[in-house]
């Protein structure tokens, strides 16, 4: 069975510093991998996805994700915070059977 | 996505009362789905809907019943509303498949009493 986790619920970084969201998964055949963002009283959107294509993805507003097979990683970053970064962002696998399987999410921080 | 919608977007009721929420498309997306948000679990698919008339259970199905009689709607019901079922229901939308992107609506807050 397809799991992830979301190795912190919060992560606090001062603007203009690197920014590090973990995840990883589990999964039994090579998965597909997404980073959905929840700005705060909004909806969901998509930031990234992987679909065994290259490794390094690029999201958008500059984020990008690595698929690290042997170590069943997708971490999320980006060179520089922002103020408008703050949210909640969401690493999430496909089941296989066209369902999404949701990690619990990472607040991230950003300090002025 | 301004392509989905979701209404109401608050409601509130009262313990054994039956609730519809309904999730209306514009983007003739064929896959449609309905989840609940709560703190500390992320988002958990409470039924999908693979086409009109065809929907399946997703992973917390129990208590919750879909319908979707046009391409367009998907709609979500509660039988006998509980306080457990308090939480933010999120309507999806997309082409289906594993690299699929879905596409979100603006959640509904509901609280039961």
């Known amino acids: 069975a397809q799991s992830v986790t979301q190795l912190d619920s919060h992560v606090s970084v001062s603007e203009g510093t690197p920014v590090l969201l973990r995840c990883n998964y589990s999964?039994?055949?090579?998965?597909?991998l997404f980073w959905y963002v929840q700005h705060p009283n909004k909806g969901l959107q998509l930031l990234l996805k992987?679909?065994?294509?290259a490794t390094l993805v690029k999201g958008i507003n500059g984020f990008e994700a690595e698929f690290k097979k042997s170590e069943t990683s997708f971490h999320l970053t980006k060179p520089s915070a922002h103020m408008s970064d703050a949210a909640e962002y969401f690493c999430?696998?496909?089941?296989?059977?066209?369902?999404?399987?949701w990690g619990a999410g990472t607040k991230l921080i950003i300090k002025p | 996505d301004a392509g989905i919608t979701q209404s109401p977007r608050h409601k509130v009721t009262e313990t054994g009362t039956p609730v519809t929420l309904r999730c209306h498309q514009t983007e003739n997306h064929r896959y449609m789905y309905w989840y609940r948000q709560d703190p500390g679990h992320g988002l958990r698919l409470i039924h999908y809907s693979y086409g009109v008339k065809d929907t399946d259970k997703g992973e917390v199905s129990d208590g919750y019943s879909v319908s979707r009689s046009k391409t367009e709607d998907f709609l979500l019901t509660l039988e006998s509303a509980t306080s457990s079922q308090t939480s933010v229901y999120f309507c999806?939308?997309?082409?289906?498949?594993?690299?699929?992107?879905?596409?979100f609506g603006p959640g509904t807050r509901l609280t039961v009493l």
């Open positions: 999806s939308g997309g082409a289906g498949g594993d690299t699929d992107t879905q596409y």
């Open positions: 999964s039994s055949y090579s998965p597909s």
């Open positions: 999430v696998v496909s089941d296989g059977n066209y369902q999404l399987i």
């Open positions: 992987y679909t065994s294509a």
